[in-house]
């Protein structure tokens, strides 16, 4: 599985080094957001790389929502398992819950069909900034702390029509900020599709912190300091 350089296993638990999430960051999601950098003071996993490992490892379903309930720092142990309550939850060796997962329908541990689904999700991920996010604060007049820029996830919903979907691509079709006081609540709505047909919906909730008015010049360095950080891992 693609996954594995990405994470490693010990002693039964999953461990995500600051390396491994700040490769699949770049190398998988094109995200260069430097929270994700492996020096980073406050580093932080990867969402998407929970997101991959939880399906990887329990399948896909039709059916899917996730909630991000915790930053992940460097090398915390952590097991994956179904609770009781049909919920599935990543937790580290103190009982703290990371990411929660509710699912239902028909499922699929075919891993290729898997992998495409990730590919696909995680490619659209690493559009939010500057493609997507850069437009909606310049339009709200609002904008993150430049010197410690915070993009965090908070929920998905993913919602399939079938699970034999070949060839699966995220449309972007509605994106949305709302200020509230110092932070952003973004909502993005993408359309699934295969083949040039639609095969289901992923609804993505996400909270941008530190809200302060917009600035161009500082955003337009930010820009820049992003672009120059994928030039220098392609290098």
Excluded at 31 to 50: E, T
Excluded at 54 to 74: E, I, K
Excluded at 147 to 166: G, K, V
Aim: aromatic share 10%; proline share 5%; with cysteine.
């Amino acid at each position: 599985m693609f996954l594995e350089r990405y994470h490693s296993i010990q002693d039964g638990n999953v461990l995500i080094s600051a390396r491994q999430g700040s490769r699949f960051a770049k190398e998988i999601a094109g995200d260069f957001n430097p929270i994700h950098n492996p020096d980073a003071r406050r580093f932080c996993v990867p969402g998407d790389l929970l997101f991959a490992l939880l399906v990887s490892h329990f399948g896909l379903f039709r059916q899917m929502t996730f909630h991000f309930r915790s930053l992940l720092g460097d090398s915390v142990p952590l097991s994956f398992r179904e609770d009781e309550d049909g919920l599935i939850r990543v937790y580290d060796d103190r009982g703290k819950v990371y990411i929660e997962v509710e699912h239902q329908g028909e499922s699929t541990q075919d891993q290729n069909i898997i992998e495409h689904l990730i590919r696909s999700y995680v490619a659209a991920s690493g559009k939010n900034f500057p493609h997507t996010l850069k437009p909606l604060m310049e339009d709200q007049g609002v904008m993150f702390n430049p010197d410690r820029p915070m993009i965090m996830y908070q929920s998905m919903n993913l919602s399939l029509e079938t699970l034999d979907a070949p060839e699966p691509e995220l449309e972007l079709g509605h994106a949305e900020l709302v200020p509230d006081g110092k932070r952003g609540n973004v909502t993005l709505d993408y359309r699934l599709m295969s083949r040039g047909e639609e095969k289901g919906q992923v609804s993505k909730k996400l909270v941008v912190s530190g809200l302060r008015d917009y600035d161009a010049q500082a955003m337009d360095e930010v820009v820049e300091h992003f672009y120059r950080l994928k030039e220098k891992a392609w290098d």
